[in-house]
């Protein structure tokens, strides 16, 4: 079961077994679950680039069936980056920032309340654009649990600094499976 389309895509192409790949939107769907009460007039949705077939966009769209759902003009197999794709940030940021700033212009053309996504990368790239949270993970609707971004970045950022960056960084050096111990 996975919940991030990136991950859904890759164990999908890469599966040689009969080890079944499912999204858990697309089993909270199927379970009935929705969001109707967020307090949001209209949504809209981006979509993942790793979802251009659309199918996980399809079940998140089932998920908020019960609100006014307005399309962006690029949207499903024609969806455009947020700006984390390729990590592109870390090798570009001003391209990061266009293409975060494109999509934002698209959400708000539609003139919707929130932007609701389904990948936490986009979530938290557009929601670095927005300036106002007006950028949520399905995930966040569903269970009405907000994601605080600044919190993220500090515990993003500490996971390797400070005491606990120095443990981490033991950890990993320790590894069996990465062998990055220096060879004698």
Not at 23 to 31: P, Q
Not at 101 to 126: F, K, P, Q, W
Request: proline letters at 2%; hydrophobic letters at 35%.
């Amino acid at each position: 079961m996975t919940a991030c389309p990136t991950c859904h895509q890759r164990l999908v192409e890469t599966n040689n077994s009969d080890l079944e790949v499912i999204s858990i939107f697309k089993l909270m769907a199927e379970a009935g679950l929705g969001v109707s009460d967020t307090g949001f007039k209209t949504v809209t949705v981006h979509d993942s680039c790793t979802d251009r077939s659309g199918a996980i966009g399809k079940c998140v769209r089932k998920l908020l069936a019960g609100l006014n759902v307005k399309e962006m003009a690029h949207s499903g197999t024609d969806t455009i980056c947020c700006g984390s794709g390729g990590i592109v940030s870390a090798v570009d940021p001003d391209i990061c920032e266009a293409r975060a700033a494109a999509r934002m212009r698209e959400v708000s053309e539609t003139g919707a309340d929130v932007c609701v996504t389904y990948c936490m990368a986009c979530a938290h790239r557009l929601n670095a654009q927005s300036k106002g949270n007006s950028v949520r993970h399905i995930l966040e609707l569903v269970f009405n649990e907000p994601v605080d971004h600044e919190a993220f970045n500090e515990k993003n950022y500490n996971m390797w600094t400070d005491e606990t960056g120095e443990e981490n960084s033991d950890l990993l050096m320790q590894s069996e499976v990465l062998d990055l111990q220096p060879s004698s």
